[in-house]
């Protein structure tokens, strides 16, 4: 009524590498009974004997590289041959900075690691133990998933590490509200605002690429895209062409003051009276106060600045 039980074999094992969490099918003899399955001395807490010559099994967390163990009844068997731990990646900190930066990355079998990639950009790490090692952010990295490779094999993270976002050009460099500015740089991705002189606007990120559309109330000055990896400035200034949508009073003989209003008017170089210049002094970027100068003539009030010419209608 009892088992005479045989001293066990393994004749193979698939696949011959994985990372925790890998299925792997034992297949040998005389398996029945089998009371614990072991990668290089670590227990797997969940096997099941499908046959006396198969065995599923999980491959534990803490496992690494080394030879297959387990036991029955009947004795022993260890395997020849190794059971390859590829690297796993838990976790790196910080989750963003700049070139320089160091990273520290936290994980399972990372002994052996001979670089660590920022999405493509890659480093030699340092201060490398099983569960642990150290990379300095590359010139040349851009916001994306972190890549170790060792010897017995690549482990990819599933969040990506930000690098602060860069805009290179920027084209139209001027336009009026509701103009669509493509901007075109590096580490876009995930970004959150886009904002004209601290105005936010609206867009969408394509590839290398914003597309983002002047808001209105947009001043001249410089465009900021905001990311998880931080900001990055355009220094050059998108010059809003200014609006003139009004003005009192509506007559008047040289030297009478007019107020002017519209939007854009911050920088301002001219204002002129059916194209005769005028002295004038600039009271926000939505109003400016000028003079009827000598010999002006009836016709429509024109505001210059860098970013065009606003004429009234």
Do not use: D, H
């Not at 297949?27 to 969940?46: C, D, E, H, Q």
């Amino acid at each position: 009524t009892s088992n005479f039980f045989a001293a066990p074999s393994i004749t193979s094992f698939s696949p011959t590498n994985g990372r925790s969490g890998t299925n792997v099918i034992i297949t040998g003899k005389n398996l029945l009974g089998t009371t614990y399955v072991k990668f290089n001395g670590v227990s797997a807490p969940i096997f099941v004997v499908n046959s006396n010559t198969q065995i599923s099994v999980l491959l534990p967390v803490s496992a690494t590289t080394g030879p297959i163990n387990m036991a029955t009844p009947g004795g022993q068997f260890y395997t020849t041959s190794n059971f390859v731990v590829q690297p796993s990646i838990f976790s790196f900190s910080p989750y963003c900075g700049k070139p320089g930066t160091n990273v520290t990355i936290t994980g399972v079998n990372l002994n052996g690691a001979t670089s660590v990639s920022f999405n493509g950009a890659t480093v030699a790490p340092s201060g490398v133990t099983e569960n642990q090692l150290n990379a300095v952010v590359p010139g040349g990295a851009t916001s994306g998933p972190l890549t170790v490779t060792t010897t017995n094999g690549s482990a990819i993270t599933i969040s990506n590490f930000y690098l602060p976002p860069v805009i290179s050009t920027f084209l139209p460099s001027s336009g009026t509200p509701g103009t669509i500015v493509t901007l075109t740089g590096s580490n876009f991705t995930n970004t959150t605002e886009v904002s004209f002189n601290g105005v936010s606007a609206s867009f969408s990120v394509v590839g290398n690429s914003i597309i983002a559309t002047v808001p209105a109330g947009a001043m001249s000055g410089p465009i900021v895209v905001t990311a998880p990896g931080g900001t990055g400035n355009s220094g050059n200034y998108f010059w809003v062409k200014p609006v003139v949508s009004g003005f009192s009073p509506s007559s008047g003989l040289a030297g009478t003051s007019v107020t002017i209003t519209g939007s854009s008017f911050s920088n301002a170089t001219a204002v002129l009276f059916n194209g005769t210049n005028a002295s004038y002094t600039l009271g926000n970027n939505t109003q400016l106060t000028a003079v009827v100068p000598t010999n002006a003539t009836t016709g429509p009030i024109s505001v210059v600045a860098p970013g065009g010419t606003g004429v009234s209608l």
